[in-house]
T-cell receptor, first 112, second 114 residues
């Protein structure tokens, strides 16, 4: 039972354009969501997060949107850069247990 | 560099053996988490410790155990290893128990069971 899903295993985008990565969840108890970025041979690196009391959080080129009614969140990267090429994981947690539940990841390739 | 260290980086062993993976959290972090990343299961939570005490368990097999020591480093023990235990094992740490603290991940230990 996958509680967090990233339905696109890969995404290819041209440098300078917008990258949109999507994530869906099923557990209504989740109230805090995070995006992690992972390069090969490294551990996941925290990128940005959002609490369920918000619908948007922005940090530089990265913006996360949360649609609670649809149980959907998305990560927007504008403009995309070749260094953004990595695997992006969506994760969720709730106050009944602060372990992270991860989606399967989306491999982003930004072409120069 | 997240500040979380894991040793060894790679481990190759045989079925039926026992191994120990080690994790040192970031300075000041009291909470340690273990995650397993396998090809077919993605990143899955195994177990969490906070200040030496077990706080939460995920899909951790009975053959696996962990502990957190007084100096806050943690060890994950995997015994009676099977081929399917081959995976990347990540340790993460956070400051406290509150769920809105981000977790910082180590570089992982790649375990290969032959």
């Amino acid at each position: 039972d996958q509680q967090v899903k990233q339905n696109s295993p890969s995404l290819s985008v041209q440098e300078g354009r917008i990258s949109i990565l999507n994530c869906d969840y099923t557990n209504s108890m989740f109230d805090y969501f995070l995006w992690y970025k992972k390069y090969p041979a490294e551990g996941p690196t925290f990128l940005i997060s959002i609490s369920s009391i918000k619908d948007k959080n922005e940090d530089g080129r990265f913006t996360v949107f949360l649609n609670k009614s649809a149980k959907h969140l998305s990560l927007h990267i504008v403009p995309s850069q070749p260094g953004d090429s990595a695997v992006y994981f969506c994760a969720a947690t709730h106050n009944a247990g602060n372990m992270l539940t991860f989606g399967g990841g989306t491999r982003l390739m930004v072409k120069p | 560099d997240s500040g979380v260290t894991q040793t060894p980086k790679h481990l190759i062993t045989a079925t039926g053996q026992r191994v120990t993976l080690r994790c040192s959290p970031r300075s000041g972090d009291l909470s340690v988490y273990w995650y397993q990343q396998s090809l077919d299961q993605g990143l899955q939570f195994l177990i969490q410790y906070y200040n030496g005490e077990e706080r939460a368990k995920g899909n951790i097999l009975e053959r696996f155990s962990a502990q957190q020591f007084p100096d806050l480093h943690s060890e994950l023990n995997l015994s009676s290893l099977e081929l399917g235990d081959s995976a990347l094992y990540f340790c993460a740490s956070s400051v406290a128990l509150v769920h809105y603290n981000e977790q910082f991940f180590g570089p992982g230990t790649r375990l290969t069971v032959l």
